[in-house]
Each structure stands twice: as C-alpha cells, then as structure tokens.
C-alpha cells in the first residue's frame, strides 16, 4: 500500500545537520592515524632502501624527505604516532571496564588531544 503520509516525515540526520559526537570522532581519528603510520612506515623503509640502491637515489630520496614538504608529513606522522599510542592507552583501559561514563569518555578524549600537541612539540625541540 502507498505511504501517503511520506512528505509529513521527519528526514534523516546527515553530518550537515547532525553532530558526531567526541567519542565518534576520535574513533575515526584513530583509525585514520592508523593509515597514517603505515603510510609513514613506507616513507621510512623507501628511505632505507634508497640507501642500498645508491648514492644518487638515496641523495634524491633524502632531499624529498627533509623538504619543507617532507618535514611537515614527518610531523603528521609523529602526531599520528602519539595520538594514536594514548588513544591505544585509554582504549586498554577501556578493555577493563573503567572509565566509560559518558563525562569521563569526553574529558580523557581531550586529554588525548592535548597530550598529542604537547608530546609532539616536546618530540619537535627535543630532537
């Protein structure tokens, strides 16, 4: 039978209207630095292999890499890589059954962010 009421029902949310929640979020950043590291780890391992290869590549190779372009994915990866291990920390501790109100969820998911900036910044001037 033909629903004739369809134009009087509500649409569904989409990302314009609706807002994902800082829980979501971080679960898709996590995934993405996820991607980010292996996609680091082959720039890495290039390097390596552009050393056996010869002088010439490997010289073509670290140019590339310690380019201003290069320098800004080697810091996107090293965020990558600390976003990504306390987020790995929190979800351990997720694994136990502890901290999972919603309140705490939210304030450790900023704790994570911020920890992610500082370490990589600390990471930058140490080094």
């Given at each position: ?5 369809r ?6 949310p989409?990302?314009?209207?609706y807002?994902?929640p800082l ?8 995934r ?12 890495i391992i ?13 010289d073509?190779?670290?140019?590339l ?22 987020n790995?920390?929190?979800h351990l501790?997720?694994?136990?059954g502890?901290?999972m ?5 939210e304030?450790t998911t900023y704790?994570?962010?911020?920890g ?12």
């Amino acid at each position: 039978m033909a629903d004739v009421n369809r134009g009087n029902r509500p649409l569904s949310p989409h990302l314009q209207i609706y807002r994902l929640p800082l829980a979501a979020i971080s679960s898709i950043l996590n995934r993405i630095t996820g991607v980010g590291m292996t996609l680091a780890a082959v720039l890495i391992i290039w390097w390596f292999a552009a050393g056996a290869f010869g002088a010439g590549y490997f010289d073509f190779v670290d140019g590339l890499l310690t380019s201003i372009l290069g320098h800004l994915v080697l810091i996107g990866s090293l965020a990558a890589l600390w976003y990504h291990m306390l987020n790995s920390i929190r979800h351990l501790i997720w694994d136990t059954g502890r901290m999972m109100g919603v309140e705490i969820v939210e304030k450790t998911t900023y704790v994570v962010f911020a920890g992610t900036v500082i370490l990589t910044l600390l990471t930058i001037i140490i080094i």
